[in-house]
């Protein structure tokens, strides 16, 4: 069932040479060195690595440092989107195309919730709906996995799913999947022991997770499918 979710058009490929820091590529472009600005905040290890090819988009706005910003990395399934700056708005398509399996009346983003912000708050029939949102670009034998490096942040946003539901409300967690040879999702538990920890209490809570498919072509990114979760242990 694949879908035009957002149209993000790569201006050209290029090499990776190396990655000075967490958020910087060097690349080839064209025969030259260039600095690109990577927005993911994962390790990405079996992307972003020396003579892998990646999508490249030019930086808008003045005062940068790169001229270049990384849009995805190519990997045996094809090009897999690694550029969190667009999740925003994926979630929001998602939710306004009518994706999701509930009847949304009207929804609002980056609502304070406990020491959060949570992505979005629907009003749903019925009641409310806490949803975060997380990108998800490493798969091992068919499995999606999240998070790739281990991450506090994630595991309080899930935490404070958990308690909307024990207060009475409903709560998501939305997982982008960019990697089109994944078959399911689970949460990294050899990478971050918290976060998968708080994902099977969340669940235990109520708290539902819907991983979505997404495939990227270097003109569009699409809706491909649903994935199935983990389930509570």
């Not at 690349?27 to 060195?33: A, K, P, S």
């Not at 982008?176 to 399911?184: H, Q």
């Amino acid at each position: 069932m694949q879908k035009g979710l957002l149209r993000v058009e790569a201006d050209g490929e290029a090499v990776v040479l190396s990655r000075p820091n967490r958020f910087v590529v060097e690349l080839e472009i064209d025969g030259r060195r260039e600095l690109a600005h990577l927005r993911d905040p994962g390790r990405l290890r079996e992307l972003i690595y020396p003579g892998n090819r990646v999508l490249v988009k030019r930086a808008e706005g003045s005062g940068r440092k790169t001229s270049w910003d990384v849009l995805a990395a190519d990997s045996p399934a094809g090009w897999v989107f690694v550029n969190s700056g667009y999740h925003r708005r994926l979630g929001e398509l998602i939710i306004e195309g009518g994706f999701l399996p509930y009847t949304v009346k009207r929804y609002s983003a980056e609502v304070k919730r406990g020491k959060s912000r949570l992505d979005y708050l629907l009003e749903l029939d019925g009641g409310r709906m806490w949803v975060e949102l997380k990108g998800c670009t490493l798969v091992k034998e068919g499995v999606a996995l999240f998070p790739d490096a281990p991450t506090s942040r994630g595991a309080r946003h899930v935490l404070e799913l958990a308690e909307a539901v024990e207060d009475g409300d409903r709560a998501l967690l939305l997982v982008l999947v960019f990697r089109k040879d994944a078959l399911r999702f689970l949460p990294n538990a050899e990478t971050d022991p918290d976060f998968a920890a708080a994902y099977w209490n969340a669940l235990k809570a109520g708290v539902e997770v819907l991983p979505i498919l997404i495939g990227y072509n270097s003109i569009w990114l699409t809706f491909e499918s649903f994935l199935p979760a983990g389930v509570a242990l």
